[in-house]
């Protein structure tokens, strides 16, 4: 028989299947009086919002759908529609074997097995997928799985004892999940639209669902790049690393309040998703992104402890360390900020920066130091795109400088000749 390894995290399901992958976010889409889920139904939750659940997976119950979707009664038909589908495009595996996340609560893996036993597969063995994932990368101290969902975001503690990876606890971050991180990103990339082009993306449908399609390639070159532009309708904005960064904070304070204070042997380990997120590296110092078929390999490596035929299934949350770690992605450090600001938009008059210092007011002056054009003196009240200036912070073109509550706006901006 042939064995499917499924990872249910609703921001990416996955699974594979004979050498191929099918990957589906849990979106499900009506159409007619049926359901596309995955990609394709993402592709439509801004232009046909009414016809779009995205809380199935988060949400499974056999409670009635609030507001109603479809023939669906409940989560549970959109969770059973979509596994199918899942089945279908990965060539019909006759077994899986599922890792789901520590957020499911018992009732829920109870009523997934059920589901399961409806579909055209047997479920052969169940794994927390954070052990899974830690039992590759456990160096003796205290192991943390930062997992990003739809809804929420989950912090995993595990531990190593006598060669095993052990769940310590789960603990749920709400409002941290990727539909609300991607909100305040694609909020912020919005105001620079309306700051530079007066053309704001979000007034219609169709212009704000490209807006959302383009962002995960803009969060790709800001890897590289300390800013990047988008080209929304003919309309283009640029946006820089720096000012997305405010997007993630309520994640990085949640999440760095949960684990604490890291000792030396500790870890961060973080889904490959989560690291497009601007700022991630730099909140978390002792972090390795995982690489994306981290999932198969641990899988594939327990599976013959994992899969348990003709019995109930036991859910598994230790497993053995692996005798070979596999090394984690290298996180390179984030680009320093690339500023080629010439002048000080304010009032209408633009003023050449100087780089021994330009007064700004009380008590505030924009210089260029080594590192970039900085703030120095009184920058208590100072804010730079809405946000409190941080010291040390480098600036770019396009920020917007605030000194004191009655100060004027001021744009760095480039002049060319």
Known sequence: MSIGL???????????????????PG??????????????????????????????????????????LGPARHTGDLVHAHLKQLHAQANNPDELLLAVSGSMQHEQLALL?????????????????????????????????????????????????????????????????????????????SAEFVRQTRFDPRRKAATEQQLYDEL?????ALHTSAETNLDINGYQARVGTEQLRVAGKRLFDS????????RPDDRVIADPLTALLPGLTSAFQQLDVLKPDDMQRALQLHESRLVQRGQALSFFTALPCAETRIEPVATPPPPKPVCNATHLLSRHVAQPLLAAGTPLEDGCELYRSGEGWQLRGATSGATVNGTPYQPGQVLVTGDTIVVGKAGAAAVLIEVRA
């Open 255 to 262: 999440a760095g309040d949960t684990i604490g204070i890291l």
């Open 6 to 24: 499924l990872d249910l995290n609703d921001s990416n399901v996955q699974l594979w299947h004979q050498g191929a992958v099918v990957q589906s």
């Open 216 to 220: 995960p390639a803009a969060l790709r």
């Open 113 to 189: 097995l059920g589901i399961v036993e409806q579909c055209p597969f047997d479920a052969v063995g169940l794994v927390n997928r954070s052990v899974a994932l830690g039992s590759l990368y456990s160096r003796g101290g205290r192991l943390f799985h930062l997992e990003i969902q739809l809804h929420q975001a989950l912090i995993s503690q595990l531990a190593e004892r006598d060669g095993q990876v052990e769940l310590q606890r789960t603990v749920p971050l709400p409002g941290c999940g990727l539909l609300q991180l991607q909100e305040r990103l694609v909020e912020v990339i």
């Open 27 to 68: 979106y499900a889409l009506l159409q007619d009086k049926s359901y596309l889920f995955g990609a394709p139904a993402r592709a439509a939750a801004r232009l046909q919002p009414r016809d779009i659940n995205t809380r199935f997976w988060w949400q499974l119950s056999t409670e009635i759908l609030q507001p109603a």
